[in-house]
């Protein structure tokens, strides 16, 4: 888990689109082990690939929003289905110190992924699930949830995490943050 660093807001890596993954294998399930070990220190409830600077299309999902049987990783997520309804909740995201503000997204979604055994399955999600699902698949096209407020409010809460981010160099703390 250590070995895991966190890229932040402004990190040029997390513009990038990522690329699809071509092999499920015993690496890449290590990694999504490490990865998930990794957002659950910082209390995440999802992370993307690309925040830890891998940039490929996979995702992990924290259990407590997943149903019963839901899979906590996704590999080459494809969101199929997006209701017209739409939610507007808190958000924040571990590249933002889990800075929040009020975003708006669909209320429902359906999601085509490939699991960590390579099979292909479907994932029907809405509330919390469908939010940190879309969140993640953003993340993979380089887009950050920031994007997604209006420009006064993203220049507030980006200048809230740079003072943070700040706060946290000079305490010698930044990558290795507990939130
Ligand atoms: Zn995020």
Do not use: W
């Not at 380089?142 to 997604?148: I, S």
């Amino acid at each position: 888990m250590a070995d895991l660093k966190l890229c932040y807001m402004d990190d040029p890596l997390l513009r990038e689109t990522s690329a699809k993954v071509e092999t499920v294998d015993r690496y890449l399930v290590e990694y999504c082990e490490r990865m998930y070990g990794f957002m659950e220190a910082l209390r995440g409830a999802g992370l993307a690939a690309p925040q830890v600077g891998r940039l490929e299309r996979f995702i992990v999902v924290h259990r407590s929003i997943l149903p019963p049987a839901g899979d906590e990783v996704l590999v080459n997520p494809i969101i199929t289905f997006e209701s017209d309804e739409v939610m507007t909740d808190e958000e924040g995201c571990l590249s933002f110190l889990s800075v929040a503000d009020s975003v708006t997204r669909p209320a429902a979604v359906t999601v085509e992924y490939v699991d960590l055994g390579g099979e292909a399955k479907n994932m029907e999600a809405d509330g919390l699930l469908a939010r940190a699902i879309l969140h993640e698949v953003d993340h993979l096209n380089g887009v950050l949830f920031a994007d997604h407020l209006s420009r006064l409010k993203r220049k507030l809460l980006k200048d809230r995490v740079r003072k943070r981010l700040r706060e946290l160099e000079v305490e010698g703390k930044a990558g290795h943050i507990k939130i």
